[in-house]
Structure formats: C-alpha cells, structure tokens
C-alpha cells in the first residue's frame, strides 16, 4: 500500500450474525475496496451512511470471499453478517483510485460471538 495510506481491518473475525463497527473513509474519494474473506458459510452485506447513524445497504448477498470495488461516494461505512452457519468473516478496508488517506475506527471495534442458537 502506498506510504500515507493506512487500511482498516477488523480485528476480531465475526463467528455469528451482527455488524462490525463503522469505519471513516471521509467521502472525498471515488472508490473504496472492501475485502471480505468468508471461511465456512456466511452471508455479508455492506452499508454506507452520510451521517454514520443512518445506513442504506449498498451490496448484499456476499457469500464467498471476494473484493468488492465501493463506487458510493459516502463517508461511512460498516459490514453486517446476515446469515451464518460457520466459519468465520473478516473485513478490511482499503484505497481505491484516489487519495484515501488513513482509515478511522468510529466506534470500538465489535466482537460478534456466537452463532445460531
């Protein structure tokens, strides 16, 4: 990653259904990459929010690891595991074209623990 750039990445692999913290990418660039590694079966959804409070979901239905391209020109975003049988998720996010800058945490990271009941 280039000097000056920092990503953001979960610090605790999701083992059941919630959402991972919100993270401040600021807004001022064209795309930010999420990359999102599923190990078992779990299903993910990314959100963007203008305000960090208010959140409209942006992708959906992410079953497998892969690394989705955000082209919403918002300044926040978060991870929700949806649905979960096993495994464990991760996300991290990172640059796109343009300047990202660093990467904030506005909230303490979340442990999502356990799984279906």
Do not use: W
């Not at 991290?92 to 999502?112: A, D, W």
């Amino acid at each position: 990653m280039p000097s000056g750039y920092r990503a953001y990445k979960s610090p605790d692999a999701a083992t059941g259904t919630g959402t991972f913290n919100v993270v401040d990418v600021g807004g001022s660039v064209d795309h930010v990459m999420a990359e999102i590694v599923i190990t078992g079966t779990a299903t993910v959804a990314l959100d963007g929010s203008l305000d960090g409070m208010t959140f409209v979901t942006v992708a959906s239905g992410l079953t497998a690891s892969t690394i989705y391209q955000l082209d919403h020109r918002v300044p926040f975003y978060r991870a929700r595991v949806t649905a979960y049988s096993n495994g464990t998720v991760t996300v991290e996010y990172g640059p796109g074209e343009g300047r990202l800058g660093e990467l904030q945490s506005m909230s303490p990271p979340m442990v999502i623990a356990g799984g279906p009941q």
